[in-house]
């Protein structure tokens, strides 16, 4: 678990923040190109369960 404070990253991921209903929430996104694709996670897991996916 990281506890810094900095999501950990992998290379061409961007990170965000944006607050729903008093609540923040971070994602990330990565590529321009191609038809979107949305994962989605269960609790109590994380973007980087995707990791080896998203590249």
């Given amino acids: 678990m990281n506890t810094s ?5 992998i290379d ?6 944006v607050d729903v209903n008093g609540t923040t929430l971070h994602y990330v996104s990565a590529g321009t190109k191609g038809t979107p694709i949305l994962l989605v996670h269960g609790f109590p ?4 369960t995707f990791h080896k996916v998203i590249p």
């Avoid at 404070?5 to 990253?9: E, F, Q, R």
């Avoid at 061409?12 to 923040?17: A, C, R």
């Fill in 45 to 48: 897991e994380s973007w980087w």
């Fill in 12 to 17: 061409g991921i961007d990170h965000h923040y």
């Fill in 5 to 9: 404070g900095t999501p950990a990253t």
